[in-house]
């Protein structure tokens, strides 16, 4: 069964709004954006006739400074594509040679949702409306900069961006009436992620540099056919 839970996680992270609005604020390197989601500083961004543009700073929720990833300046108004979550499930080992084969371009591959396995679920029998509930431990992450960065900057930069991608994931689960509403689940953040030895030594679990949030929820699934109504979804 773990094959059609790594389907359904893969669905929910097809179906999210990679998009924000931007309105331009008058100043030929600045938009006001009521929403940045996972948008960070030296990430790339494209608008809706795929120009690129480097984003320059982030002020959450509020505003982003960027500059034209191309020769052409042109002002960032409208709605801006975000970089595309890069998916992946499996153990340690699995999860990290894929990692590797996937490419050599870290900034094209995250940021990264992973889905850990292996996975816990509970099947219901024939009188219930539930299909199955499973338990799920996904990790949120993006590349960091452990030269440079203060354990701050990690968070700032890094871990607080992923927590927004992780409850864009929730909102977008909460969405589909085939689950029951995740109205509750638990995060753990990560300024580096990685395992610490007793000497200091950091090993990374991945072999990239990164910051993150791990996140566990339990996700029911209604049986085909259900007629559920949902009451919320997560701000």
Known sequence: MTDEVTNIVRQIVSAMDKTIEVKWN?????????????????????????????????????????????????????????????????????????WLISGSDVVLKTPIIWLLETIQETRFGKGDSREAEYQLRLFFLDETNVVDYRTEDHRDEVVVPMQELAKEFIRTANADKRFKTVDQYTMKTFSRFGVERDNGVFQNILDANLSGVEVTISLTKYKDGCTCFKYNILN
């Open 26 to 98: 008058g100043t030929s390197t600045a938009s006001f954006a009521c929403q940045t989601k996972w948008a960070r500083k030296g990430k790339i961004v494209t608008d809706k006739d795929a120009l690129k543009y480097i984003i320059q700073s982030i002020t959450p929720n509020e505003l982003v400074d960027y500059q034209p990833a191309q020769t052409v300046s042109n002002i960032l108004d409208g709605v801006v594509n975000l970089p595309v979550p890069f998916f992946m499930t499996g153990t340690k080992m699995a999860a990290n040679k894929e």
